[in-house]
């Protein structure tokens, strides 16, 4: 069975940086897209960040150039780059991928991650 295993979260100082990996885990053919989605306390679940198969990035608007996402398709791996972090990123972050295909041919719409734990806090 395919899990998503997430790695790099943590606590870091306003202005700080943080990079978080999730792999893609099990007998996979391919996935469309892989990315990172966010829950603050009381909040929506928002985008984050997103890549696909192809390359091709989108980010969430509050970004504005802080944060940089990278996949490696032969690891089914994806990286997400944080810079110039502020208090408001603090939340819990999820790995997302669509579009997920196993070699057995089952096909799964959406898988998520348990959550990676950011704190940005001086």
């Known amino acids: 069975q395919v899990q998503l295993v997430e790695s790099g979260g943590g606590s870091v100082q306003p202005g700080g940086s943080l990079r978080l990996s999730c792999s893609a885990s099990?007998?996979?053919?391919?996935?469309?897209?892989m990315g990172w989605y966010r829950q603050a306390p009381g909040k929506q679940r928002e985008l984050v960040a997103i890549?696909?198969?192809?390359?091709?990035?989108d980010y969430g608007d509050f970004v504005e150039g802080r944060f940089a996402i990278s996949r490696d398709n032969a690891k089914n791996t994806v990286w997400l780059e944080m810079s110039s972090l502020k208090p408001e990123d603090t939340a819990v972050y999820y790995c997302?991928?669509?579009?997920?295909?196993?070699?057995?041919?089952?096909?799964?719409?959406?898988?998520w991650g348990p959550g990676t734990q950011v704190t940005v806090t001086s």
């Open positions: 997302n991928a669509k579009g997920l295909l196993e070699s057995n041919r089952d096909y799964q719409r959406e898988k």
């Open positions: 099990g007998n996979i053919l391919t996935i469309s897209a």
């Open positions: 890549i696909t198969h192809a390359g091709v990035a």
